[in-house]
Nanobody, 124 residues
Framework: QVQLAESGGGLVQAGGSLRLSCAAS????????MGWSRQAPGKEREFVAA????????YYGDSVKGRFTISKDNAKITVYLQINDLKLEDTAVYYC?????????????????WGQGTQVTVSS
């Protein structure tokens, strides 16, 4: 069974940093691409970052390029999302996702497994 659990969200001032973590079951990690999406109040869910299961390929949404970094630690079976220079518009619930696919990382519909989400709130 695919299991994902996010952590690391919180209240941060604009300009600050956060690192989100997504703990995955061992089965999930092996061969699965991992990603992060977010949903702000009243807005559609936005896919912000993804990483190929091998770790060699990454994807970033235009709104987060240069500020977000996705990485994975196979030994800890954890995926991270480092968020720097937080902006008010980064306020959202952040979800970890997993998929088993050979298609490009931008095929977001392939992500079938989701965590419960972690809230990130950015204050001015």
């Amino acid at each position: 069974q695919v299991q994902l659990a996010e952590s690391g969200g919180g209240l941060v001032q604009a300009g600050g940093s956060l690192r989100l973590s997504c703990a995955a079951s061992e089965r999930t990690f092996s061969g699965y691409d991992m990603g992060w999406s977010r949903q702000a109040p009243g807005k559609e869910r936005e896919f912000v970052a993804a990483i190929r299961w091998s770790g060699g390929v990454t994807y970033y949404g235009d709104s987060v390029k240069g500020r977000f970094t996705i990485s994975k630690d196979n030994a800890k079976i954890t995926v991270y999302l480092q968020i720097n220079d937080l902006k008010l518009e980064d306020t959202a619930v952040y979800y970890c996702a997993a998929r088993l696919s050979t298609r490009s990382l931008v095929y977001f519909g392939d992500y079938r497994y989701w965590g419960q989400g972690t809230q990130v709130t950015v204050s001015s």
